[in-house]
């Protein structure tokens, strides 16, 4: 079998090529970003994924259940200014919690106060904060809150290099490239005083729910699936199928340690540690943020107790510090990263302290296979001492929101059939405990008089967290589920977008399209002038002349038509202005440019579609955020978001039909040598700038390309009219902006 693999950097062709491989490996993101980069596309031969035909997913937890509610977004610069980011994060530390707003940590939701709405309305010089000029202001005050009391540095991002870069929640890995949308990460940037880069605009997204989908066959593999055997039957009808293991699991989980205080809590974990450093047993400490290590770890070093701290810092070190946590007297802490998927071998990886033999000399060889020797036998005593003490103690620094993570960590132990042991420490002022179950804990506690230091270690109480666990995994599935439901709406309209867009593609000749379009629009101006089923003295033949010559065009003299046969009816009418139209339109093609002119009239099309598509996308994202509130008008939001999804979906549709008549029919062609050249190279500068970042292929191919036809437009443009070079961008954003 050949195969062929996905990473970050290649090239469109390295891509091609490994996808035609019988068997490709890669990261999800890769896939999922070039499904969506091959649909901007505007040839073929240059997209590099084939047919969706079957997928395996290592860690598939991970990747469809953790990671499903982020979509995979590919975005360009918008006109936005930053100016407002800068204003607003000035006043946002006069605002005081519970006083100006209040925080809900179970939703991450912050609400401003009435007080507090007056206070920042002062600040900013604003009159009405809710007036629907000043919508755009309400929007960077909410995100600046979200920013500064919802989003902590060293957990939910670090800033590195003048940059906020995104902390994976699920995996402690740093996202580099990624960045929170909707001007959050704006919000952030600004609180981090780094220089803020400019928002974005959407051309493409997609989850990875409906990505994933899209496969004929879909399969996975994961240790961790059966807590959540009811999502992947539930949203992509798979059936989990648990395998035993390999060899008897003889790991103890121990009962989970509650304190009241964090402090107290750390001061536990360090007598385990101690405890375990002395004896010779290797210790892994896993937690929950890059900002948990770094704690753990200077507690460490007052003690100190040498170790190595795995998280998103060190993350171009992980393979080295797994593949060394089992020796003796090593202590590791680690965020959820901590070497997934691989088998941290006890007593140390003798393979790694080896070298391979290699030598001419066969003295040299025998004196190296002898080093081998005496490695292994020390590795095999370090190994013994370590099963003799009960291999590998995990130690969990607080509880995760899913039990699947917790499990995730307590696998890093007892592979194989070795020897191991857990325990979690928690402390009430965890957010898990502080938002979910401390209150019942506390009252137990409170009730049994317990001393400071002192834990509760019950069944019942570890049941308590248990449940507060299954609340936050039922409360993520219904934000999952909810979001899929609305995905689906905009995955329906996407598909049949892509699928328009691979139609023009595969077709050489697009006119008799484009001669629907043009009769569509023909007919939708007609029946404003002349109603079906009125008669003759109803028509406003004066209208429709002027109406035909300002939208398309089209000089008719429809009054004398109506003159000298009068027995013409609106049907009739209609049909012979279709045909004029026609003839006007390829009237207009000079002989022997017809193949270039095909050329043009497909990449136009495909422009236009693009474009209103990006902003159908926008469209959508706003009535997305403000859909829940008809909810107070008794209304079903998912019905009205699906309907209003639809009567946008059609808009668009008839925008597109319109847009894409009205530059066609409008634009003059002539030979390449009656134009000066100047105006060339404005036009080909233009495409290539249109271009640039939108599809590096279409650079390797330009020599392959013929020559467009040279567009120039024959009456006024108004401002908001497609631009005449034919970038397929408005007026005013292009060359409307040098006039």
């Given at each position: 079998l050949s195969v062929g693999v996905i990473l970050h950097g290649l090239n469109d062709r390295e891509r091609k090529d490994a996808y035609n491989c019988d068997v490709t490996y890669g990261q999800n993101n890769e896939f999922g970003f070039d499904y969506l980069r091959d649909n901007m596309k505007f040839r073929l031969q240059d997209y590099v994924q084939r047919e969706l035909n079957f997928a395996i997913v290592d860690e598939v937890d991970s990747i469809l259940i953790d990671e499903a509610r982020t979509p995979l977004i590919i975005s360009g610069p918008s006109d936005e200014s930053s100016d407002l980011y800068y204003k607003v994060n000035q006043v946002i530390p006069s605002m005081i919690r519970d006083q100006d707003f209040t925080v809900d940590e179970k939703s991450r939701t912050i609400v401003m106060t009435d007080g507090g709405v007056e206070k920042m309305e002062r600040k900013l010089g604003v009159q009405n904060l809710y007036a629907p000029e000043e919508i755009e202001t309400l929007h960077h005050v909410e995100q600046a809150l979200r920013a500064h009391h919802l989003y902590r540095n060293e957990v939910d991002y670090v800033v590195k290099e003048g940059e906020v870069i995104i902390v994976d929640e699920f995996t402690g890995r740093l996202m580099a490239g990624r960045r929170w949308s909707d001007g959050l990460h704006?919000?952030?940037?600004?609180?981090?005083?780094?220089?803020i880069q400019s928002e974005n605009q959407t051309y493409a997204s997609i989850t990875f729910q409906n990505y994933f989908r899209m496969y004929d066959k879909l399969a996975g593999m994961t240790g961790t699936?059966?807590?959540?055997?009811?999502?992947?039957?539930?949203?992509?009808?798979?059936?989990?199928?648990?395998?035993?293991?390999?060899?008897?699991?003889?790991?103890?989980?121990?009962?989970?340690?509650i304190y009241r205080t964090i402090p107290e809590k750390h001061k536990a974990i360090i007598d385990d540690v101690k405890d375990c450093y002395e004896r010779g047993q290797p210790v892994l400490l896993g937690t929950t943020s890059i900002e948990n290590s770094e704690v753990l770890s200077n507690l460490l070093k007052k003690e100190g107790l040498p170790h190595q701290v795995l998280n998103a810092k060190q993350h171009a070190k992980e393979a080295e510090i797994v593949a060394e946590a089992g020796r003796p007297k090593m202590i590791t802490i680690a965020t959820n990263m901590a070497g997934r998927g691989t088998d941290i071998v006890l007593g140390g990886n003798v393979e790694k302290q080896s070298e391979p033999i290699e030598a001419d000399d066969k003295l040299a060889v025998e004196e190296k296979r002898a080093r081998v020797e005496k490695l292994r036998s020390e590795w095999q005593q370090l190994h013994d001492h370590v099963i003799k003490e009960g291999g590998l103690h995990i130690i969990g620094t607080e509880r995760h929101e899913s039990r699947r993570v917790d499990n995730q960590l307590r696998g890093r132990s007892g592979r194989q059939g070795?020897?191991?042991?857990?325990?979690?420490?928690?402390?009430?002022?965890?957010?898990?405990?502080?938002?979910?179950a401390g209150e019942r804990i506390n009252k137990i506690m409170l009730m049994l008089r317990m001393p400071e230091g002192e834990a509760i270690e019950h069944a019942m109480v570890t049941r308590s967290i248990e449940s507060a666990q299954r609340k936050v995994e039922a409360r993520n599935f219904d934000i999952r589920k909810q979001l899929l439901e609305y995905d689906d709406v905009a995955n329906d309209q996407r598909k049949t977008i892509y699928a328009l867009r691979n139609e023009l593609l595969e077709s050489q000749d697009v006119s008799p399209r484009i001669a629907d379009l043009r009769s569509g629009v023909i007919s939708d101006l007609f029946r404003t002038f002349v109603p079906e089923e009125s008669v003759e003295e109803q028509w406003d033949v004066k209208g429709l002349e002027g109406a035909l010559k300002a939208e398309l065009n089209l000089a008719l003299s429809l009054g004398k038509w109506l003159e000298h046969e009068p027995e013409l009816g609106d049907s009739a009418l209609l049909e012979r202005i279709i045909a004029k139209a026609g003839e006007a339109y390829q009237a207009k093609i000079p002989p022997g440019a017809e193949d270039q002119f095909r050329q043009y009239e497909r990449y136009?099309?495909?422009?236009?579609?693009?474009?209103?598509?990006r902003e159908h996308l926008a469209a959508l994202d706003h009535l997305r955020q403000g859909i829940h509130l008809r909810g107070y008008a008794q209304k079903n939001p998912k019905q009205?978001?699906?309907?209003?999804?639809?009567?946008?979906?059609?808009a668009m549709l008839e925008a597109v039909k319109l847009e894409v008549t009205r530059t066609l029919v409008a634009v003059e062609i002539r030979a390449s040598e009656e134009v000066p050249k100047a105006d060339v190279d404005a036009h080909v500068e233009n495409v290539r700038l249109q271009h640039s970042d939108y599809d590096a292929a279409l650079a390797e191919g330009a020599e392959e390309r013929k020559p467009q036809p040279t567009v120039r437009h024959a009456q006024k443009v108004g401002r908001n009219d497609p631009c005449p070079c034919g970038s397929g961008r408005k007026y005013k954003h292009c060359h409307g902006k040098l006039s």
């Open positions: 704006q919000a952030v940037e600004a609180k981090e005083k780094v220089s699936a059966d807590t959540e055997a009811y999502e992947f039957q539930e949203i992509y009808r798979l059936e989990t199928v648990v395998i035993p293991t390999h060899k008897p699991m003889i790991r103890l989980d121990q009962q989970d340690k070795d020897p191991g042991s857990s325990r979690f420490y928690l402390s009430l002022e965890d957010p898990l405990l502080r938002i979910f136009m099309m495909l422009q236009i579609l693009d474009s209103h598509w009205e978001y699906k309907r209003e999804a639809f009567e946008l979906f059609g």
